[in-house]
């Protein structure tokens, strides 16, 4: 399958700090993909760089095929909806349409209005004016009047409450199910992406720590409860995570064959689960150092 | 799309500024007009056209008409005060500068419009073009229409005397307003790319501009070309300074027979042979025979090169700041 967005080794510093390092991934063709993380792990760093923003300090990133830095070839395929949904607050959102319709070569002018008017936007008021929700439905409908090829989408449901939450993925959902668009879509918020997404990235201190179609990042994980010191364990090919009582451990580990040890009760994981082992192997010992006190 | 859409959405964006931009020059315009028009009207009254062409373009011209001498000072005393309105007209360059200037690019980044609009079909640099010619073109021309308009409002005041190198009267007409403007802009545009909150960009390019003003205008302007020296007897009444070709006076002051500088920032005239109660004219300050006025002043002639000198300046920065801004712009996410 081809991948509409690759990276290599791709990396991006700011100062002495790397936002994001190491990041060699790829999203094939129609995937619908959750690019999951903690504050400042680098999400948005990467999908600057994959909409072009930014240019890498390492590595690359290739967007169908090409490298997306000030192109305007590779921009015309892409919808973009930045964090916090930033619009022209004293336009209207027949404005912004129409603005859609000057800057690009291939638009939609219908596909939006319909959009917006069975959301019922109204047309004539100044975006500054309407909810939080109105205004990422907005900029949803901005990104797909471009007919895009990949939808990418900054934490766009993060401010919105419950209700918006829902009803903004469920517009996604729907229109991309109409243009078989691929789309890669970050947050912080696990549980709304469990429902709609079928590939997961999970970015953590600026490097990926897990790629790959849900189903199978799920079918190859395991959870496994059992007497404290019987390591190693047939079928295991890495230790995730692992927590210990005084005679009992539990561990998250990830598979390559069947575990047939008896001694080991297996759990299959969630994909919350799963997201939280990644997550959890912090780098608390740069902090322990930093605050100066005994790990 | 292209070129007529990034039009379609800068005219959209700054329609407004262009709109309260006309109206302030409006009433700048209902103002001077007819000030303007009255102080042509006593200009003429005083009969100091025939003044003006009498005594032409001499530097030295014979200190003996008293007629025209006491015109210009009436015309002076009654409109002097008028020239403090310009102060106006010297803000006028840095509020384009606050206001046009300094959000283009600080207000997109502040509000994170930029990634709205950097993520369309158009390249950065496309956008920057358009949306810096436009605005840079509505700045030329406000410049433009308050250089000149300045220029034939302060005609009769420099006319009469007030020389046009004066630091205010110099800096409000001519050329330069159109340089201290597009460098206002430009220096509120590259700001923005710097400190991407709209109220640093303004304060940044307030400092930068009056302190590149104000440094240009003391320390480099006197300066661009070698100053010239005039100087004419104390004794006998016979010539003085042409107080209407508007020269530039540096540094004046009395010298003695051997160069010595014996009384700065002064001028004297006595009668030749005096007698009477005046007859030691000047002697308890030293000047004794073969005292001499002296002046260091750049002639008003160069009026017209030293416009285009400190316009040239300022130009070219602002083309220079533009074109790091553009530089810059490919930088931001």
Redesign the interface.
């Given at each position: 399958m081809e991948a509409v967005l690759e990276t290599d080794q791709l990396g991006k510093r700011y100062g002495r700090t790397w936002a994001l390092r190491d990041c060699s991934l790829h999203l094939p063709e129609g995937r619908i993909a959750a690019l999951v993380g903690p504050n400042g792990a680098g999400k948005t760093t990467l999908l600057h760089m994959a909409v072009g923003l930014l240019r890498p300090d390492a590595g690359q990133v290739r967007v169908f095929g090409e490298s997306p830095y000030d192109n305007t070839k590779v921009l015309a395929e892409i919808g973009f909806v930045a964090q916090d949904t930033p619009l022209y607050r004293d336009f209207t959102a027949a404005e912004l349409v129409i603005m859609g319709a000057k800057l690009n070569r291939r638009w939609d002018t219908p596909l939006a209005r319909s959009r917006l008017a069975q959301l019922g936007i109204p047309p004539d008021r100044p975006v500054g004016k309407l909810s939080g929700g109105q205004r990422a439905q907005v900029a949803l409908a901005l990104a797909l009047a471009k007919r895009p090829r990949l939808l990418l989408l900054d934490e766009p449901i993060a401010s919105l409450d419950p209700l918006a939450r829902r009803e903004f993925l469920q517009a996604l959902m729907g229109s991309v199910a109409e243009t078989g668009a691929t789309v890669l879509l970050s947050s912080h918020l696990l549980a709304d992406l469990e429902r709609v997404c079928d590939y997961l990235i999970v970015l953590h201190a600026s490097r990926v720590q897990l790629v790959g179609p849900v189903e199978d990042l799920v079918a190859e994980h395991r959870q496994l409860v059992g007497p404290r010191g019987h390591e190693p364990i047939a079928g295991v090919a890495a230790m995730v995570r692992a927590s210990h009582t005084d005679r009992q451990s539990t561990l998250l580990v990830r598979t390559n064959g069947p575990i047939t040890d008896p001694v080991w009760t297996v759990h299959e994981v969630t994909l919350e689960d799963l997201v939280l082992a990644y997550l959890a192997d912090g780098d608390t010992v740069t902090s322990h150092t930093a605050w100066g006190v005994p790990a | 799309?292209g070129g007529?859409?990034?039009i379609?959405?800068a005219w959209?964006?700054h329609h407004k500024q262009a709109l309260f931009t006309l109206i302030g020059l409006v009433v700048l315009a209902a103002l001077m007009i007819p000030t303007g028009l009255a102080m042509r009207h006593t200009f003429a009254h005083l009969g100091l056209p025939a003044c003006v062409r009498a005594l032409g373009h001499a530097e030295l011209v014979p200190a003996n008409n008293e007629t025209c001498g006491m015109a210009f000072n009436r015309f002076r005393n009654q409109y002097d005060t008028l020239t403090s309105v310009g102060v106006l007209f010297l803000v006028l360059p840095l509020l384009v500068g606050l206001f046009w200037g300094a959000p283009l690019v600080a207000r997109e980044i502040e509000?994170?419009?930029h990634?709205?609009?950097?993520?369309?079909?158009?390249?950065?640099?496309h956008w920057a073009l358009v949306k810096f010619g436009l605005v840079g073109t509505a700045t030329l021309a406000t410049a433009v229409v308050y250089g000149l308009g300045m220029s034939w409002w302060l005609t009769p005041l420099s006319q009469a005397g007030q020389s046009r190198f004066d630091p205010f009267l110099f800096d409000m007409q001519g050329l330069v307003p159109i340089g201290y403007t597009l460098f206002a802009v430009a220096l509120g545009i590259f700001a923005g790319t710097i400190w991407p909150k709209m109220l640093a960009a303004m304060a940044a390019t307030l400092a930068g501009f009056l302190g590149l003003r104000i440094a240009l205008a003391v320390f480099a302007r006197p300066r661009f070309l070698p100053a010239r020296v005039l100087t004419y007897p104390v004794q006998g009444v016979t010539a003085e300074p042409n107080p209407t070709v508007g020269d530039w006076v540096l540094r004046d002051g009395v010298r003695d027979s051997s160069g010595k500088l014996v009384a700065a920032n002064s001028r004297i005239a006595c009668p030749e042979n005096p007698t009477g109660p005046g007859a030691d004219c000047g002697r308890e300050l030293g000047i004794g025979p073969g005292a001499y006025n002296w002046q260091l002043y750049q002639p008003g002639s160069r009026f017209w090169l030293f416009q285009s000198i400190e316009t040239g300046i300022f130009v070219g920065l602002a083309a220079l700041l533009l074109y790091l801004a553009v530089r810059r712009i490919?930088?931001?996410?």
């Amino acid at each position: 399958m081809e991948a509409v967005l690759e990276t290599d080794q791709l990396g991006k510093r700011y100062g002495r700090t790397w936002a994001l390092r190491d990041c060699s991934l790829h999203l094939p063709e129609g995937r619908i993909a959750a690019l999951v993380g903690p504050n400042g792990a680098g999400k948005t760093t990467l999908l600057h760089m994959a909409v072009g923003l930014l240019r890498p300090d390492a590595g690359q990133v290739r967007v169908f095929g090409e490298s997306p830095y000030d192109n305007t070839k590779v921009l015309a395929e892409i919808g973009f909806v930045a964090q916090d949904t930033p619009l022209y607050r004293d336009f209207t959102a027949a404005e912004l349409v129409i603005m859609g319709a000057k800057l690009n070569r291939r638009w939609d002018t219908p596909l939006a209005r319909s959009r917006l008017a069975q959301l019922g936007i109204p047309p004539d008021r100044p975006v500054g004016k309407l909810s939080g929700g109105q205004r990422a439905q907005v900029a949803l409908a901005l990104a797909l009047a471009k007919r895009p090829r990949l939808l990418l989408l900054d934490e766009p449901i993060a401010s919105l409450d419950p209700l918006a939450r829902r009803e903004f993925l469920q517009a996604l959902m729907g229109s991309v199910a109409e243009t078989g668009a691929t789309v890669l879509l970050s947050s912080h918020l696990l549980a709304d992406l469990e429902r709609v997404c079928d590939y997961l990235i999970v970015l953590h201190a600026s490097r990926v720590q897990l790629v790959g179609p849900v189903e199978d990042l799920v079918a190859e994980h395991r959870q496994l409860v059992g007497p404290r010191g019987h390591e190693p364990i047939a079928g295991v090919a890495a230790m995730v995570r692992a927590s210990h009582t005084d005679r009992q451990s539990t561990l998250l580990v990830r598979t390559n064959g069947p575990i047939t040890d008896p001694v080991w009760t297996v759990h299959e994981v969630t994909l919350e689960d799963l997201v939280l082992a990644y997550l959890a192997d912090g780098d608390t010992v740069t902090s322990h150092t930093a605050w100066g006190v005994p790990a | 799309m292209g070129g007529a859409g990034m039009i379609w959405l800068a005219w959209r964006q700054h329609h407004k500024q262009a709109l309260f931009t006309l109206i302030g020059l409006v009433v700048l315009a209902a103002l001077m007009i007819p000030t303007g028009l009255a102080m042509r009207h006593t200009f003429a009254h005083l009969g100091l056209p025939a003044c003006v062409r009498a005594l032409g373009h001499a530097e030295l011209v014979p200190a003996n008409n008293e007629t025209c001498g006491m015109a210009f000072n009436r015309f002076r005393n009654q409109y002097d005060t008028l020239t403090s309105v310009g102060v106006l007209f010297l803000v006028l360059p840095l509020l384009v500068g606050l206001f046009w200037g300094a959000p283009l690019v600080a207000r997109e980044i502040e509000h994170g419009t930029h990634r709205l609009v950097w993520t369309q079909a158009v390249s950065r640099r496309h956008w920057a073009l358009v949306k810096f010619g436009l605005v840079g073109t509505a700045t030329l021309a406000t410049a433009v229409v308050y250089g000149l308009g300045m220029s034939w409002w302060l005609t009769p005041l420099s006319q009469a005397g007030q020389s046009r190198f004066d630091p205010f009267l110099f800096d409000m007409q001519g050329l330069v307003p159109i340089g201290y403007t597009l460098f206002a802009v430009a220096l509120g545009i590259f700001a923005g790319t710097i400190w991407p909150k709209m109220l640093a960009a303004m304060a940044a390019t307030l400092a930068g501009f009056l302190g590149l003003r104000i440094a240009l205008a003391v320390f480099a302007r006197p300066r661009f070309l070698p100053a010239r020296v005039l100087t004419y007897p104390v004794q006998g009444v016979t010539a003085e300074p042409n107080p209407t070709v508007g020269d530039w006076v540096l540094r004046d002051g009395v010298r003695d027979s051997s160069g010595k500088l014996v009384a700065a920032n002064s001028r004297i005239a006595c009668p030749e042979n005096p007698t009477g109660p005046g007859a030691d004219c000047g002697r308890e300050l030293g000047i004794g025979p073969g005292a001499y006025n002296w002046q260091l002043y750049q002639p008003g002639s160069r009026f017209w090169l030293f416009q285009s000198i400190e316009t040239g300046i300022f130009v070219g920065l602002a083309a220079l700041l533009l074109y790091l801004a553009v530089r810059r712009i490919r930088r931001i996410a």
